[in-house]
């Protein structure tokens, strides 16, 4: 059955008073009320109008900006809202990875469980490093069918960021992730420039596996058309060992380190 605008519209409206409760910016919780009143005088579908446009019909409705369109296509095409599912806490890495072609609960919960792979970003590099390739049943024509969709999936979230050279550097993101740290909130919503982020402990089954529900700190970043994701951990191995690093990046938190002055020694009494 297809969604309902009431149903799109209530979906907004929750994230509106998650991230009212949550102390974020009172333009931005504006901003998801608006468009579900905007979905809810709407005289027609919200399906009909994204079938027909694309994005840029959604965009073209009122109070519906970048981001909101991005959301109402996610839902009307999953039935899902990610950003909501993180304000709830209930993100799920296999129910993520089993919306890839190709991959189900079984394979997926192998993939979370032996490999570690908990988003999209970490299952793209293991299809190209040869740990995918090392699995029992991931033969070349099943490999690259999971390379294919994992390419246009994550294009359509890293075009704008890379074309733009809007990619944030790690010093910003281990910024947002020591406020974060030092407020000791739930939620954190901050602002850097233009740039918003979300940032929350990890709450994923492999967190609480390993003990690491107060130490990996999940930033969402949301920029006008632009989005990304990362996980800042403390580092347990090689130079950067204690320190806070952004996965994926480590080379250039190794650089930004090498750049900042060490503390000075406190002086022996």
Same mark, same amino acid.
């Given at each position: ?11 907004? #409206?929750? +994230? %509106?008073?998650?991230?009212? $409760?949550?102390? &974020? ?24 109008? @994204? ?33 909501? $599912? ?5 993100? #799920? ?6 919306? +890839? ?36 049943? @991931?033969? /070349?024509?099943?490999? %690259? ?23 944030? /550097? ?11 740290? &030092?407020?000791? *909130? ?39 058309? #632009? ?23 480590? &080379?250039?938190?190794? &650089?930004?380190?090498? %750049?900042? /002055?060490?503390?000075? *020694?406190?002086?022996? +009494?």
């Amino acid at each position: 059955m297809a969604i309902l605008n009431r149903q799109v519209a209530e979906r907004l #409206d929750e +994230v %509106a008073l998650i991230l009212e $409760e949550q102390g &974020a910016n009172p333009f931005r919780v504006r901003a998801y009320r608006r468009g579900a009143e905007t979905l809810r005088a709407l005289p027609r579908p919200v399906a009909e109008v @994204f079938e027909e446009g694309g994005l840029p019909a959604l965009e073209a409705l009122p109070a519906i900006g970048p981001s909101l369109a991005r959301a109402i296509r996610e839902l009307l095409r999953t039935g899902r809202l990610p950003m909501l $599912e993180r304000l709830r806490g209930e993100s #799920d890495p296999i129910a993520l990875l089993v919306t +890839v072609p190709g991959i189900g609960r079984l394979t997926a919960e192998r993939l979370h469980h032996d490999l570690d792979i908990e988003t999209l970003e970490d299952l793209e590099a293991a299809a190209h490093d040869g740990r995918l390739a090392g699995l029992e049943g @991931f033969g /070349p024509k099943r490999l %690259a069918g999971v390379r294919e969709s994992l390419a246009q999936r994550l294009a359509r979230v890293r075009r704008p960021l890379e074309s733009a050279g809007a990619t944030p /550097p790690v010093a910003e993101i281990l910024d947002v992730d020591q406020e974060y740290r &030092a407020r000791a *909130a739930p939620v954190l919503h901050t602002q850097r420039g233009t740039r918003h982020y979300t940032a929350l402990y990890s709450n994923t089954p492999r967190a609480h596996r390993l003990g690491q529900t107060r130490d990996w700190v999940v930033v969402y970043l949301e920029h006008g058309r #632009d989005e990304g994701q990362w996980t800042v951990i403390t580092a347990q191995h090689g130079p950067l060992a204690g320190r806070r690093i952004v996965r994926g990046r480590e &080379a250039e938190c190794g &650089a930004h380190y090498a %750049a900042v /002055p060490a503390p000075a *020694a406190t002086p022996a +009494v």
